[in-house]
């Protein structure tokens, strides 16, 4: 089949992705992707690795808090999905007006969702953290977090549109330098409010918040410059702007598997810290860690699993499916280069990772035990965020979906709940039902991937 010529811009993202080499592609395109992403995370840890200095309780409180505004970003991101695919696909097909048309619709869809999100967690903070069964103290550090995280979701959600519209555009190298300005700003800022050094105000865990939403908003600043300067590959114009509910509705039907794939995927994290909360404040504070070493161990998987996913809309839209797929195979190998090379690392010295976040014996040595058990999913872990981004990437979001409500609500909550409360009373059971699961989700995904089902998904 023909691929249409690469779009002419004096942008330097110009690259045509549909041709060429796939894995030089893959590299190009996933390297930058992969920081990007692990920058992302590296907010909360960012806030964890101070606010463990601050005692156990807040390290819970936090870290809780935490997962609730996971969910909140993961419910945008996976309504993005849609996004990504259509801009992909017109990008693909050589139409950057129309990939630019549909990315300006985003934004509305953004608002209103995340003004919904915002106003639940603002008012009910702490009932959402006493539903986890956290004690008194780790309610009232946690809603304090949460409240100000809560709050400033418009403006983390408008950055998260502009990273996928450029990186959906294949333009990778724009949202990395965006996501390091806003990290180097947040783990700059950070210990000042929380510790009140120099001039700044001693705000404990509010600090945490704060500095990371001032982090954000000079993030959101430059990227909207830079899309309306035309400056990344794509160019957005608020002239002649109207709502076009047509596509909106293409990217709401798209993202909505998405996004309840990943609402119940953190609803399943949530589940499980209620059982881990029976077990204490050391226990919870130590899976809140095991936690945020899992995210960081995700994140350059599900980097490489969003470049593959802009190759694999990319190449749909030109018409080239076999090339798609081989950019889905790629990824998985070098993602599970990287996860075997880490579960090594962490079997060995899970006591140095801990202590980066806190130095308290009972916790490291809990949360030591628990990353040594996290260390056997991490040997297949890159299966599962890889080939679900590919496949959702190409707009076949319900399978994966459906895969996912199995995998959390069939497999991981019942085993944790069998082997913590069941079989035996130890919060390592926990631990071992993430394992199951992760292992359940990487056999589910491979098969259907493999299939190809997703290649005749019209959008």
């Known amino acids: 089949m023909e691929v249409p010529p690469p779009i002419v811009t004096k942008a330097p993202s ?11 592609n ?3 395109l996933s390297w930058p992707m992969v920081l990007s992403n692990t920058l992302n995370i590296v907010g909360p840890t960012i806030d964890m ?44 097909a050589g139409d950057e007006k129309g990939a630019s048309y549909a990315a300006r619709q985003a934004f509305i869809i953004s608002a209103v969702i995340s003004i919904i999100l915002a106003t ?3 008012f009910l903070a702490e009932e959402i953290l006493g539903a986890m069964g956290l004690e008194p103290d780790a309610i009232t550090e946690g809603a304090a977090y949460m409240r100000i995280m809560f709050a400033s979701t418009v403006v983390i959600s408008f950055r998260l549109v502009t990273e996928s519209i450029m990186q959906a555009s294949g333009d990778a190298m724009t949202p990395l330098k965006l996501i390091f300005m806003v990290r180097a700003f947040h783990a700059l800022l950070c210990p000042f409010f929380i510790f009140g050094w120099w001039t700044f105000p001693e705000m404990g865990v509010s600090g945490a918040a704060i500095s990371n939403i001032i982090s954000q908003s000079i993030g ?7 899309l309306l300067s035309g400056r990344s590959r794509l160019k957005l114009s608020l002239r ?20 309840i794939m990943a609402m119940q995927s ?33 994140m350059p998987a599900m980097g490489l699993g969003v470049a593959a996913g802009v190759l694999v809309g990319q190449n749909l839209g030109a018409r080239q499916p076999a090339r798609a797929e081989k950019s889905g195979w790629l990824a998985v190998g070098m993602g599970e280069i990287y996860t075997i090379a880490f579960a090594i690392v962490i079997s060995i010295w899970p006591e140095h990772i801990v202590h980066i976040f806190n130095s308290e014996a009972a916790l490291v040595e809990t949360a030591s035990s628990f990353l040594r058990i996290a260390a056997v999913s991490y040997l297949f872990a890159a299966f599962i965020p890889v080939l679900m981004q590919a496949t959702t990437s190409a707009g076949d979001t319900i399978p994966p979906m459906l895969f996912s409500i199995v995998l959390v609500w069939m497999v991981q909550v019942p085993m944790a709940f069998l082997l913590s409360q069941v079989i035996g009373s130890n919060a390592q059971g926990v ?3 993430m394992v199951t699961g992760t292992a359940f989700g990487a056999i589910a995904f491979t098969t259907y991937f493999k299939m190809g089902r997703w290649k005749r998904k019209r959008i």
């Open 431 to 433: 631990r071992w039902a």
């Open 240 to 259: 002649n702007f109207s709502l076009d509910l047509n596509i909106i509705w293409r990217m709401v039907r798209i993202g909505i598997p998405a996004s």
């Open 220 to 226: 959101l600043a430059f990227g909207f410059w830079i």
């Open 14 to 24: 110009s690259r045509n992705w549909t041709e060429g080499s796939v894995i030089r």
């Open 266 to 298: 953190n609803f399943g994290h949530l589940a499980l810290m209620r059982f881990m909360a029976p077990f204490g404040t050391v226990a919870v504070a130590a899976h809140t860690i095991a936690q945020r070493v899992d995210m960081m161990l995700f």
């Open 26 to 28: 893959l590299l190009a």
């Open 49 to 92: 690795i101070w606010v463990g200095k601050l005692g156990a309780a807040s390290v819970a409180g936090v870290g809780v808090a935490g997962i609730a505004v996971q969910l909140v970003i993961a419910t945008l991101v996976g309504l993005f999905i849609g996004l990504r695919a259509l801009v992909a696909r017109f990008v693909g």
């Open 120 to 122: 639940i967690g603002i």
